[in-house]
């Protein structure tokens, strides 16, 4: 019971945080019908500086590191991502409203991974004082790109079998290149290549650590915004993705938490880094991952998997995932 009383008061003190409020705040505001509008190329911008903040920074500290030791953690990553879409798909194949490849889609964007998320869990776990490897973020695109990989995958091989296409093949080395190609990996893998080959270390303190924090606080407001537009937008597509969209972030960072805890417990894996592995898994890609899908599954419609993403499942891995696990770290490493 003391465990349990614990708990909800770790998680209740991760709801008051300032990137959480942000969020919270963007929802209000939208909910107030204020007019409130940040113009589209102000947050692809500060998307940009963000991920490239992460990327260098992953890069330096894989330079300074060994590469075994993120092995295992890069490992289960990609066994995560790949497992989400699995499940996914399989749970929306049993339902006879849902079409195909709409379960798919949606499988797949929240098999991949969220930058917005995995940003604020990181400044999160600063303010909290919970270490973890500044690599771990780099963990991104061994998820993101399996996951998104699979789903446009299973989605075309079905296609092709219900419009029976004269056996033209999937092309899936076509569509990694297009999901390498996306603007939030491409800006990840850019920062983690400058981190790696060049020594930006005074760029990275000069600059873009500076700023981190503020432009995390304006994305957090925009998402809470869009989510607001995007609950509305949800609420005319039926409803399993709505109930999808809000279990599956929380049992997709558990099985992420579970494979962090064997990782800790066989390669020295931090707690922080088990926390982050389980919000990337409870996010879904909210940047990447639609246009991606968009491209690569067509025929599916976009308020299903951007709606339930959107509106539902970015909100639900930010403000319950993030908070959840940092707490449930707390209490199972004794922090």
Known sequence: MEALIDFIQQFIRQLQSPTLSFLIGGAVIAASGSKLKIPNPVYQFIVFMLLMKIGIKGGIEIRESNFTDMLVPAVFSAIIGMAIVVIG??????????????GTATAGLFGAVSASTLAAAMVLLEEQGMMFEAWVPALYPFMDIPALVLAIVIANIHHQKSEKTNGHKVEVWSIVKESLRGAALSAMLLGLALGLFAKPDKVLMSFYNPLFRGFLSILMLILGMEAYARWRELKKVAHWFAIYA????????????????LAYIWVGFSPGGVVLLAV????NSDISGPPTIRGGIPWANPSTYIGSSTSVGTPVAIAICIPLFVALAEVVFSL
Request: glycine share 12%.
């Open 89 to 102: 798909n399989f749970i929306f194949s049993k339902i006879p409203s849902v079409k195909k490849e709409d």
């Open 246 to 261: 809000f279990i599956g972030p929380i049992v997709h960072g558990l099985i992420g938490f579970a494979l962090g805890y």
């Open 280 to 283: 990337i898994a409870s996010s």
